[in-house]
């Protein structure tokens, strides 16, 4: 058994220890700090420190006075593919005026309206200009105004309805580039599209940027105005924003190459980002012909038509006598003397129904197929009904007049 007091000394000699202990590790410390810093200036002389070391500046050593608040021009160089791209066609996209009469009587005349053109090709002295047809449309002169303000007036080469395409000639003195076709094949949606126009007749060479929407949309056209459908129009659809004075413009891709000549939009308040564009492939064979012909060299049979859906039941069983399982197609209304339809037989009240292997449902599907799939000259098959019963003919098509 031991006494109270004999852990208090171990405790004393323990606290004698400890004090020894903590005097010793505060002069190392002391110690090292003083190494440390007088070592630092020479650690990063040699570069072992990740950052400098300042040492305070003496009298021998100048200050600087830095000016944080000091202006500077920094010149910036911003060319990006859509910049080249706009630059490469820009001078080749053009305005195009519509002059007309005040009225029948009155020499006297002022613009109606302004559209957009572009420049594709330079031959001869002359330049020659794609544009759309409503943009050219009754139209008593034109005139196109270049880049740089210049202008021109412009001779009307040719123009069609069914496309909504036109072609101009003006002299090329000030002219300064053309157009490269692209190729609109190709073209795949989301993949980038510039358009370039002169959108509401005064603002010229504007550009928009989008996106390839879709490639192959098939828009309704009522052709006459009079409110049934002619034609189905083959376009391109994009974002891009194509706004009214932008028609007839450029729509490229990101190489700067034209792959489509700005048309339409979809005009109604809940509808936004959504415009059109002829595709240049379907285009260019209609320019060459408007270019060299005046006119579309198309095939025609010599028949009006109306669509078997503007029948009633009645005439179609009591009149046509067709059987139940026919239920679209195109009846003839009249055959023209001496035309294809004629020399091949066919007869008013005739109900088509195929040409050659593609079936026809209406009169838009026939005038489709015959104006995109068939040539001046060529043969084509024709399946139709006549008093209930089933009967094809052939017949050489010849050229359309206007």
């Not at 990740?50 to 021998?60: I, K, L, M, Q, V």
């Not at 413009?249 to 509808?271: C, D, F, P, T």
């Not at 980002?273 to 060459?288: Q, R």
Request: proline share 3%; glycine share 8%.
């Amino acid at each position: 058994m031991g006494y109270y007091d004999q852990d208090y000394d171990n405790i004393q000699k323990q606290k004698g220890n400890r004090k020894g202990t903590w005097l010793a590790l505060i002069f190392a410390a002391v110690l090292g700090g003083f190494i440390v810093l007088f070592s630092m200036p020479a650690l990063s002389n040699i570069g072992l420190l990740p950052y400098e070391f300042a040492t305070p500046a003496t009298g021998d050593e100048e200050e600087v006075n830095v000016d944080n608040n000091v202006n500077r021009t920094v010149n910036l160089s911003i060319t990006t593919n859509v910049t080249e791209a706009v630059e490469k066609i820009a001078d080749a996209v053009v305005s195009v005026i519509n002059i007309q009469k005040t009225s029948f009587w009155s020499e006297t005349a002022s613009e109606a309206g302004a559209g957009s053109g572009v420049i594709y090709k330079k031959a001869n002295g002359k330049a020659f200009i794609v544009t759309n047809h409503h943009v050219v449309e009754g139209a008593s002169q034109i005139e196109v105004s270049l880049t740089d303000g210049t202008r021109v007036p412009a001779t009307l080469l040719g123009s069609d309805v069914w496309t909504d395409l036109a072609v101009l000639e003006i002299d090329a003195t000030s002219v300064k580039s053309i157009a490269e076709f692209g190729n609109s094949d190709t073209l795949k949606p989301g993949e980038p599209a510039i358009a370039i126009g002169n959108p509401l007749g005064q603002f010229s060479s504007s550009v928009t940027q989008g996106i390839i929407s879709a490639t192959e949309r098939t828009i309704p056209v009522d052709i006459n105005k009079d409110g049934s459908i002619d034609w189905n129009a083959d376009v391109i659809q994009t974002d891009a924003a194509i706004n009214p004075g932008n028609s007839g413009g450029a729509l490229i891709n990101i190489g700067g190459q034209l792959i489509g000549i700005n048309s339409m939009k979809i005009a109604r308040e809940s509808v936004e980002g959504i415009g059109f564009a002829i595709p240049i492939n379907l285009a260019e064979p209609i320019i060459e012909d408007l270019e060299l012909f005046g006119e579309v060299q198309r095939p025609q049979m010599g028949i009006s038509l109306v669509s078997l859906s503007q029948i009633s039941n009645y005439h179609r069983e009591e009149t046509l006598k067709l059987p139940e399982d026919v239920k679209a197609g195109i009846m003839i209304r009249s055959v023209s003397t001496l035309s294809p339809a004629d020399k091949a037989g066919l007869q008013e009240l005739d109900v088509i129904v195929k040409m050659d292997d593609t079936v026809v449902k209406d009169d838009i599907d026939l005038r489709k197929y015959l104006y995109m799939k068939k040539e001046v000259g060529d043969e084509l098959e024709v399946t139709f009904y006549r008093d209930g019963k089933k009967k094809t003919t052939v017949l050489r098509l010849e050229k359309q007049s206007y």
